[in-house]
């Protein structure tokens, strides 16, 4: 009934991008119909998002941005599955799905040197997704990444070699439905690849992210570009440069879910394009500069995959942790702020932002555009690298984001940028 | 930036292209420098040795994008602090030696009230610091035996 429901705002959806930038004098079936002249190569390329609690009941994701992904056997219309509630995320590229999320479909892993290949992902908070490689043709709205490389979650019931050590690394797995809070991951970020040269042959070592597996055993391998998880909209034959996000404002109270666009390509089609918005380019690690308060701090990133604000610490923001949530500011009253942004290109935009007390957060509401924590800790630091917003999914709202891929031309310049 | 702390005396550059071996081994924290100087017979990696008035720092890089390590030792030779910068987290058993299991129990009590996600990362044991940071493909941390610190360091320098 939700696939149903969804699929028709889907639908309605498309139906009024389509007549928005089609003059609106066409009538209903010449959308559908492959001989509209108007825009005879453009296919439906904008997918709902719904920000919420995702769907696992036993640990909701606060803050969380999901999307429904079809995936199928490389070159099959039969052989397909859509995965709803799939995480939305602009910090990491690749398609990653949970094994038990894909209903048996038979996907094919790939192999590395005759041994299965195998994918590890360890993010900053030291979770980690770990599972097979494998083709597949990743569906999302009209548009088609054909046959390529994504992760295969390993299930922890499977015969799949469990993860090994330099892939755990000290942390904790993100390997089901009620550890990742997800049905799978969506990386959509301005890299083409989730690890690029530094996995790729010629490289003394690549820690601990790409792997090949014998029944028992896994041993760290590298993996040439074309073989490692590829951010599926760049392999789109069209709109592949990049994307944008658009979620709607919300009250200052939250809410327990709302929804939004995940559209693919910028300035690719009418109905796409950058406006106003201001390009900031990204500096060789990924990342712009924020000021706030008279200070720079040059390695900040926008993330719609962190589920807060998280910047500075307490004793540079004035903000008091939370007695409960671990991580978070926790004001008395809520605190207004504003800072500037500013990317590798000069070019600056003002953010104006709120922090309320996560500590007493409506308890219906899962989606909040004024939820922060701190980005360090411990005695005042000034000038550290750990000293840097990531401007997570509180930002995204009341905005549209876009994301353009590294290389990728676009109306607003060569990515890797972010522009909003 | 890091030319200020090489104010001090002496700086080494020591490149050993011996073994085709992964740059996986390092000096562990709280251990001593005699692990660092096998690492370098046996590590297909740059290590650069700058000496200030009160450590020194054991720089390793592998190249082609691995972390950079840099370790941190007391004048009597033992690691009192590590920091790490790359693409991918470094191999925290190797670098922290007996923190290690602090580090995982830690993580796991924390993956029990998970409430951050995609956050930063703090831990704080009894004597002992861990810290994450960034973002994926730059990624970035410390961690430091607090009463190993030299008097007049600050955590600031460990970096």
């Known amino acids: ?420 | 930036m890091w030319s200020r702390y090489a104010s001090g005396l002496v700086c080494v550059l020591v490149a050993a292209f011996a073994a085709m071996l992964p740059a996986r081994a390092f000096a562990e924290l709280g251990g001593d420098l005699k692990s660092v100087q096998r690492d370098r017979a046996r590590m297909k990696a740059a290590v650069t040795v700058r000496q200030t008035e009160r450590y020194a720092i054991h720089e390793m890089t592998s190249g082609s994008g691995s972390p950079t390590v840099r370790e941190f030792a007391t004048p009597g030779g033992r690691v009192f602090a590590v920091a790490w910068q790359g693409p991918f987290h470094p191999d925290y058993k190797q670098l922290l030696g007996p923190y290690f299991d602090q580090l995982q129990r830690a993580t796991e009590q924390a993956a029990q009230q998970r409430r951050a996600r995609r956050a930063p990362v703090m831990i704080e044991a009894p004597g002992f610091v861990f810290q994450s940071f960034g973002h994926a493909r730059s990624l970035a941390g410390r961690a430091y035996i607090s009463q190993m610190l030299p008097a007049g360091v600050s955590v600031e320098e460990i970096r």
């Open chain 1, 1 to 420: 009934m939700k696939h149903i429901r969804a699929l028709l705002v889907i639908a309605a959806a498309w139906f009024l991008f389509t007549a928005a930038t089609c003059g609106g004098g066409s009538s209903p079936s010449s959308f559908l119909s492959s001989s509209n002249s108007n825009r005879a190569t453009s296919v439906p390329h904008a997918v709902i998002v719904t920000a919420g609690p995702g769907p696992s009941t036993t640990n909701p994701y606060l803050n969380g941005a999901f999307v429904d992904v079809t995936i199928c056997v490389p070159g099959s219309t039969s052989q397909c599955t859509t995965v709803p509630d799939v995480l939305l995320d602009t910090g990491s590229s690749g398609l990653r799905v949970l094994s038990s999320a894909l209903g048996g479909l038979p996907l094919t892993n790939m192999t590395s040197a005759g041994a299965t290949m195998a994918d590890c992902v360890q993010y900053v908070d030291l979770t980690y997704n770990w599972g097979a490689v494998a083709r597949a043709d990743v569906k999302l709205a009209g548009e088609v990444a054909s046959s390529i490389p994504i992760q295969i979650i390993a299930d922890p019931g499977s015969t799949f070699p469990s993860a090994p050590s330099s892939c755990s690394n000290g942390g904790t797995p993100a390997n089901t439905l009620d550890t990742l809070s997800a049905n799978g991951i969506l990386g959509v970020s301005s890299y083409l690849y989730d690890c690029g040269d530094a996995c790729a042959p010629g490289t003394v070592s690549n820690g601990g992210v790409y792997f090949a597996c014998s029944d028992t055993s896994c041993q760290v391998t590298t993996v040439p570009l074309a073989n490692q998880l590829e951010n599926p909209v760049a392999a789109f034959p069209s709109d592949n440069n990049g994307i944008s996000i658009t979620l709607p404002s919300l009250p200052d109270a939250g809410l327990p879910s709302t929804t939004g666009t995940l559209t693919f390509g910028i300035g690719t089609q009418g109905d796409n394009g950058l406006g106003n918005a201001v390009v900031q380019t990204e500096n060789n690690d990924g990342n712009i500069t924020t000021v706030f308060d008279g200070a720079s701090y040059s390695s900040s990133f926008i993330d719609s995959g962190s589920n807060a604000l998280y910047f500075l610490d307490s004793p540079t923001t004035g903000l008091p942790a939370c007695r409960d949530a671990a991580g978070f500011y926790c004001p008395s009253t809520t605190q207004f702020l504003s800072a500037t942004n500013t990317g590798a290109n000069s070019q600056s935009n003002p953010v104006d932002f709120a922090v309320v007390n996560v500590d007493s957060l409506p308890a219906p509401n899962w989606v909040f555009d004024d939820v922060a924590g701190h980005s360090s800790a411990g005695p005042s630091q000034s000038g550290l690298p750990s000293l840097y917003f990531d401007w997570g999914l509180p930002f995204f709202f009341g905005r549209t984001v876009y994301v353009a891929i590294e290389g990728r031309s676009t109306p607003g310049g060569t990515g890797p940028y972010w522009a909003y």
